[in-house]
């Protein structure tokens, strides 16, 4: 019985050495496949690689996205100099970014009118200070909003060009011939996405997990919306709404102090930045430091009209200002009232 084991165990060995003998060639014909293809790659092909493994091996994808992003400035940067020297790109940057620019002003102004209660036309440097927070998050919003289009168009272009190049048709310079452009672009759309997905989670202090989920829940609601009748549609987006109101962080809930925390003796600036930490998300932060701005920078300490101790004032005419008061429980910090001016020449008019 011995016997017949040792003689199983010698033909099992000597068939996996001729396996490994007969693999082998295959083996090494792998490696030398890979390592051309890994040779062939560009410097952003190859982050592009690794962001997508760090994707599959890392649960958080803020590493991938910031491999993402570089990639995406060493693959895009060239073409934008070189659209830069242009004068067709030079007029087609300009009017991209003074867009932008347009919309964030006009946001800033809103934005500055909910914080105080009056027109943004009174608290000039305010508007601007508001324009600052904000410009940053909408021009790489609206950029990587614009390069994640692109590269959802960018395969059936290429697909295009394919079906073409039988008829004789040259190729187009611009587009990069590196190894397989076409493949590349799907990878760039998927970690694109995931760049835009993790931005969006930065701005609204949410996990990723759920910004995904809302923008799967808000795209699977439209397709039932469009499929339904002109009263079950309004009946449809009025619930949308509702649910997207409670959803907004601007709720009692994202500027509540936190309960467990003593108030009794801590500072102004303590508790200031207590409240600010207890705000979720970086345009509800934005509006605690815009009105924090306004008392702290753009209101007057002292003013012709009789005004709190503990208050600074704005005038907006010679009958009226914006007293700007501290205020724990008001939603932004700073409670903004709009009163008469009682001075030595105006007085106002009794109710």
């Known amino acids: 019985m011995r016997r017949y084991l040792k003689i199983a165990k010698w033909r099992a060995n000597k068939q996996f050495q001729q396996q490994q003998r007969s693999w082998q060639p295959h083996k090494t014909r792998l490696v030398e496949r890979l390592q ?72 800033a102004s809103g934005i500055v009118n909910d914080v105080t209660h009056v027109s943004a036309n009174h608290f000039n440097y305010t508007h601007n200070f508001a324009t600052l927070l904000y410009l940053p998050p909408w021009a790489l919003g609206i950029t990587l909003g614009t390069l994640l289009l692109f590269q959802l168009f960018l395969p059936f272009y290429i697909f295009v060009l394919l079906l073409i190049k039988p008829f004789g048709s040259e190729r187009v310079k611009f587009i990069s011939q590196s190894y397989s452009p076409l493949l590349t672009a799907i990878v760039r759309f998927i970690l694109a996405t995931v760049v835009f997905i993790n931005l969006i989670s930065f701005l609204d202090d949410k996990p990723p997990e759920e910004v995904l989920d809302n923008m799967v829940s808000t795209f699977i609601d439209s397709k039932v919306i469009a499929k339904e009748s002109g009263e079950e549609q309004q009946k449809a987006v009025e619930e949308l709404g509702e649910r997207l109101e409670q959803q907004l962080p601007g709720n009692e809930e994202s500027f509540a102090p936190s309960q467990d925390v003593n108030i009794e003796g801590d500072s102004e600036t303590a508790e200031n930045l207590r409240q600010f930490l207890d705000t979720k998300g970086y345009f509800e932060r934005s509006k605690r430091l815009i009105a924090m701005f306004a008392y702290s920078f753009e209101a007057d300490s002292y003013s012709r009209c009789l005004k709190a101790e503990n208050s600074k004032a704005v005038e907006l005419n010679d009958y009226e200002i914006v007293q700007l008061t501290p205020d724990h429980n008001a939603e932004y910090g700073y409670r903004f009232e709009v009163i008469a001016c009682d001075s030595p020449g105006v007085t106002p008019v009794a109710k």
């Open 36 to 107: 051309a293809i890994w040779f062939n790659l560009s410097t952003a092909q190859k982050l592009y690689l690794l962001a997508l493994s760090s994707l599959i091996v890392v649960p958080s994808g803020w590493l991938s996205a910031t491999i993402t992003i570089i990639a995406l400035v060493i693959e895009f940067w060239p073409k934008f100099n070189q659209l830069w020297h242009s004068l067709a790109g030079k007029a087609l940057i300009l009017i991209f970014y003074a867009s932008i620019a347009n919309f964030v002003l006009a946001g």
